[in-house]
């Protein structure tokens, strides 16, 4: 009986730990961006956080292939991105990405996906990726990213959905 109840307790205990319920506790409508936890990179300035998203850096300091994960359009992750990381709304995002395109200066075209699940998979998945989800979806299996010196959740921190 006793054995029983400490395997019980030590899985739910890992079941937490693992749970996105356990950062949302602490990081409300801050949004989380995200590697695979085989990236070395800790932290991103925001200048750097912006390259990236715009598809103006190719590669991580390692070589390593940069792969962009985005939100749908309409999604208040995208539109909070939209704010925060591109300074731009969707449409002259869209034409940005179209312009560059044409003129050959896009390195990485991001990858749209509907949900955080699909996020934090492809994320998890791809040892180069780098996605943008709400704090409180992060789980073990992505690395969420200083930005600016700072986690979501802590005082300062800029990514926030309105």
Do not use: C
């Not at 300074?87 to 990405?97: D, E, T, V």
Request: glycine fraction near 8%.
């Amino acid at each position: 009986m006793r054995r029983t109840t400490v395997w019980r307790s030590m899985m739910l205990g890992l079941l937490l730990s693992t749970s996105p319920v356990v950062w949302a506790q602490s990081n409300g409508n801050h949004l989380a961006i995200v590697v695979n936890t085989a990236n070395t990179v800790e932290e991103l300035s925001m200048e750097k956080l912006r390259r990236i998203f715009r598809g103006e850096e190719a590669e991580w300091d390692n070589q390593a292939k940069i792969e962009v994960v985005t939100r749908a359009s309409g999604q208040p992750e995208q539109e909070a991105a939209l704010r925060n990381i591109y300074g731009m709304n969707q449409s002259a995002l869209n034409a940005y990405f179209l312009k560059a395109a044409f003129a050959r200066t896009l390195k990485v075209k991001p990858k749209v996906l509907n949900t955080a699940l699909g996020v934090r998979q492809l994320v998890a998945g791809v040892p180069g990726a780098i996605g943008i989800m709400r704090a409180s979806e992060v789980d073990k299996s992505v690395k969420p990213l200083r930005i600016n010196g700072r986690l979501p959740g802590e005082a300062g921190y800029e990514l926030v959905l309105q």
